[in-house]
């Protein structure tokens, strides 16, 4: 079917639910991630299809918060790598919740690793950092204080340069 035709059908160009952007992980342990997706972030189950071998998920949805969240198992064959074939992954998720400290301690009572822990950031944000057991980064923050960009400039150069002073120290 050509996209002419798929067009004329009045098929929308982004399914409902779904926003402009939307993140894709690529896992080893599908299963146990959503588990996992489900206690730290009380993440919701949309369905999953099983790979070929009945043992792998080949896709999957899950909902966190308002936001879909698409994986499945790594799949180097087709070009699909986690986190732990790279040692680490260079992309991050940030989640906006309600209440950061709770959302942490969450995330970190169902497997996470602490990479950095919550603190007020210069910003305007109160935000703590944690890697999943699949190698993914979690950025849980809370905003906490409305701050214009020139305040943040200040405050930035005000940071870094006793974070300078201590170097030297």
Not at 2 to 14: G, L
Not at 21 to 39: C, N, Q
Not at 86 to 102: I, Q
Not at 136 to 160: A, G, S
Request: aromatic share 10%; glycine share 10%; proline share 6%.
């Amino acid at each position: 079917m050509s996209a002419t035709n798929i067009m004329s059908n009045k098929v929308k160009p982004i399914p409902d639910e779904f926003h402009t952007l939307t993140p894709y992980l690529y896992v080893r342990g599908g299963a146990e991630a959503i588990d996992f997706y489900k206690r730290a972030f009380g993440a919701v189950e949309r369905f999953r299809l099983p790979g070929p071998d009945g043992k792998t998920i080949a896709h999957a949805e899950i909902v966190i918060g308002d936001s879909i969240v698409m994986l499945g198992d790594e799949s180097p064959q087709m070009g699909n790598l986690s986190p732990q074939a790279f040692k680490g992954s260079p992309v991050g998720m940030l989640m906006y919740v309600e209440d950061v400290d709770a959302a942490f301690k969450r995330a970190v009572a169902a497997g996470a690793t602490v990479k950095f822990p919550v603190e007020n950031k210069f910003y305007g944000e109160r935000s703590g950092c944690v890697v999943d057991p699949f190698g993914h980064l979690w950025t849980l923050m809370t905003h906490i204080e409305d701050v214009t960009t020139e305040e943040v400039q200040k405050r930035m150069v005000e940071l870094f340069g006793k974070m300078g002073q201590k170097k030297g120290a």
